[in-house]
């Protein structure tokens, strides 16, 4: 178990998914550009591949782990980890229940 403390550490950003497409090689890594609202979009590597269409992403808000360490994947840096539920091949990606802007923080 982890305390309160180091729970409060995790920043959980709302993020908008501003393009997306495959990553050669991988049947389910995506390449997504996400705005939270900083000057430059944010790059994610996301195993979501399986799921979604990169087409249906585009403009769709999402939950992001925004303080991670970056992580080299596939040949690719990651610099956040997106949150969704669900099983390898059927994923659902976490998301706010009404529009918010780009970079709020959850709470």
């Known amino acids: 178990m982890i305390n309160f403390d180091d729970f409060s550490k995790v920043e959980l950003k709302v993020g908008i998914i501003k393009s997306a497409e495959r990553i050669e090689g991988s049947d389910k890594l ?3 550009k996400v705005n939270l609202a900083e000057e430059e979009l944010r790059s994610l590597v ?3 591949g399986k799921s979604y269409e990169p087409d249906d992403l585009v403009d769709k808000q999402i939950v992001v782990v925004s303080n991670l360490e970056p992580k080299e994947i596939f040949g690719h840096t990651s610099y956040g980890m997106l949150l969704a539920v669900g099983g ?3 994923l659902s990606l976490i998301s706010p229940e009404k529009q918010v802007p780009a970079g ?3 709470s």
């Open 30 to 32: 995506l390449s997504l």
């Open 46 to 48: 996301a195993g979501i």
């Open 88 to 90: 390898v091949d059927d």
């Open 104 to 106: 709020s923080r959850l």
